[in-house]
C-alpha cells in the first residue's frame, strides 16, 4: 500500500490523527488525579490552607514598615500570600495575603511602604481613584472601574493598605474595618 502525497491530506487527516494523541492526554490525566468528571458541573475544591499569622509576622521582621494583620471573620479562609517589589519612583516592598469569603470570593489585602501612586500604578493599571469612604477615623480612596475589579486603598502614614476583589461593599467594608482597627504586627 503506497503511502499518499502530503499535498493530499487535509483537515480530515489532521482530525484522524489527533485523536489518538487526545485519548493520550486524557488518559494520563485521569491516572494523574489532576481531573475528574462531575455530571452536575464543577463543584467548589478544596480551598488551600495558608498561615497569615506565620507570614505575616515573617513579612514584619524582614520589611521595614509596620504590617497589620486584620482579624477577618472566622468564616474567611485565608488562602495565598506573596511579596514582590514595586520598582519606579515612590516603589518599595510589598506584602499581599488572600481570603476566601463564605460567599466564595477572593478578597486580598496589599501593604507596602511604596507611594500611593506607584501602588496602585503595579497593582491596578494606572488606574485613578474616584471616590472615597471612610470606615472609623480611616479614609479609604476607592479605585472603581467599569469591568475592572474595585480596589480601596489608605494611607497609614509609614505604609499604605490596597484592599480589591470580587467581594461586594460588605466585603470591603468588613475588610477595612478590620485593618483598620488592627494594630502592626511585632516581629
Known amino acids: 500500500m503506497s503511502q499518499k502525497p502530503r499535498i493530499l491530506n487535509d483537515y480530515k487527516d489532521l482530525f484522524w490523527s489527533l485523536i489518538p494523541l487526545v485519548l493520550l492526554a486524557v488518559v494520563f490525566a485521569g491516572l494523574a488525579s489532576q481531573c475528574s468528571f462531575a455530571a452536575n458541573g464543577p463543584t467548589q475544591g478544596r480551598i488551600p490552607h495558608f498561615d497569615v499569622t506565620a507570614a505575616l509576622r515573617e513579612d514584619a521582621r524582614t520589611l521595614h514598615f509596620p504590617i497589620r494583620n486584620p482579624a477577618v471573620p472566622q468564616d474567611w479562609q485565608p488562602n495565598s500570600g506573596r511579596r ?11 506584602t499581599t495575603v488572600g481570603y476566601i469569603t463564605p460567599q466564595g470570593n477572593y ?15 503595579h497593582l491596578l493599571d494606572g488606574r485613578y481613584g474616584g471616590g472615597s469612604q471612610q470606615i472609623g477615623e480611616q479614609k479609604w480612596v476607592v479605585y472603581a472601574e ?34 483598620t482597627s488592627a494594630q502592626p504586627v511585632r516581629p
Open 146 to 179: 467599569k469591568g475592572e475589579e474595585t480596589a480601596w486603598i489608605a494611607d497609614f502614614g509609614q505604609a499604605r493598605v490596597l484592599i480589591k476583589g470580587a467581594g461586594s461593599d460588605a466585603d470591603f467594608r468588613t475588610l477595612a474595618q478590620a485593618v
Open 84 to 94: 514582590d517589589t514595586i520598582t519606579g519612583p515612590g516603589g518599595g516592598p510589598l
Open 107 to 121: 478578597m486580598q489585602v496589599t501593604q507596602t511602604s511604596g507611594a500611593e501612586p506607584a501602588l496602585a500604578r
